[in-house]
């Protein structure tokens, strides 16, 4: 599966963004689709996944009850709505998916095996 992430951009404090992360060469049936960030210097961190099938959601503590991951089987498409953005969210997002992933190991960016090219998210204070 081939995956096309995009909806970043320049967003004040305090306000909210959409990306999206679109599948091609495959459906996302029975997929866990991931988002991950990376600002510069730091670590590539799980932001938030969704089990395809069972739509089960999990997300970074960093971020639970800001943002929310959800799915739209019609248009093959996973959605992070991002909001009460912070400069500290500033960062490339990455969407990720893999069919053979355990539930603990959704946070581990190593689990996923395919990546989109990354939209960056920059939060102005």
């Known amino acids: 599966v081939q995956l096309q992430a995009f909806g970043g951009g320049l967003v004040q404090a305090g306000g909210s963004v959409r990306l999206s992360c679109a599948a091609s060469?495959?459906?996302?049936?029975?997929?866990?689709v991931g988002w991950f960030r990376q600002a510069p210097g730091k670590e590539r961190e799980f932001v938030a996944a969704?089990?395809?099938?069972?739509?089960?959601?999990s997300y970074g503590g960093s971020v639970k009850g800001r943002f929310t991951i959800s799915r739209d089987n019609d248009k093959n498409t996973v959605y992070l709505q991002m909001n009460s953005l912070q400069p500290e969210d500033t960062a490339v997002y990455y969407c990720?998916?893999?069919?053979?992933?355990?539930?603990?190991?959704?946070?581990?960016?190593?689990?996923?095996?395919?990546w989109g090219q990354g939209t960056l998210v920059t939060v102005s204070s």
């Open positions: 990720a998916a893999d069919r053979n992933i355990i539930s603990s190991t959704i946070p581990d960016r190593r689990a996923y095996d395919h």
């Open positions: 969704i089990r395809w099938n069972s739509r089960h959601t």
């Open positions: 060469g495959d459906t996302f049936r029975g997929h866990v």
